[in-house]
């Protein structure tokens, strides 16, 4: 289960530094500074997309987090919808970044059932 964690944290960090970075690489005496003005994103499409999915993320990632360790603290096995987690949340970013409404949408339910059902399961 503790490898649920650390590849969620992975994840966060992919999302909030790692990939926004790389998407505005030609901005890097920005990201240097002391970022004293906002940067313009607005031409920026993926990097919107980006910033988005990450805000989203930080939504569940609490509760992913909180469940996570109250299995491990209760040995209660959710390892399967922690993964399942992990997965939908993946896809979420791959598909909010591409544009894919529908399959974005249904990549977010899919990781909410997982917290739901590891929630039952502590309960």
């Given at each position: 289960?503790?490898?649920?964690?650390?590849?969620?944290?992975?994840?966060?960090?992919?999302?909030?530094?790692?990939?926004?970075?790389?998407?505005?690489?030609?901005?890097?005496?920005?990201?240097?500074?002391?970022?004293?003005?906002?940067?313009?994103?607005?031409?920026?499409?993926?990097?919107?997309?980006?910033?988005?999915?990450?805000?989203?993320?930080?939504?569940?990632?609490?509760?992913?987090?909180?469940?996570?360790?109250?299995?491990?603290?209760?040995?209660?096995?959710?390892?399967?919808?922690?993964?399942?987690?992990?997965?939908?949340?993946?896809?979420?970013?791959?598909?909010?970044?591409?544009g894919i409404?529908?399959?974005?949408?249904?990549s977010w339910?899919?990781?909410?059932?997982?917290?739901?059902?590891?929630?039952?399961?502590?309960?």
């Amino acid at each position: 289960m503790e490898i649920y964690i650390i590849y969620a944290l992975g994840l966060t960090l992919l999302q909030l530094w790692i990939i926004p970075m790389a998407l505005n690489f030609k901005n890097l005496g920005w990201m240097m500074s002391n970022r004293d003005e906002d940067l313009d994103i607005s031409s920026m499409l993926y990097l919107q997309r980006i910033n988005k999915s990450t805000a989203n993320l930080y939504e569940s990632l609490p509760a992913f987090l909180a469940l996570v360790l109250l299995s491990l603290l209760m040995g209660v096995d959710t390892s399967t919808a922690a993964c399942v987690w992990l997965l939908a949340r993946v896809a979420h970013l791959v598909f909010y970044v591409t544009g894919i409404g529908m399959l974005r949408t249904l990549s977010w339910l899919t990781s909410l059932g997982a917290l739901v059902y590891m929630a039952c399961a502590l309960i």
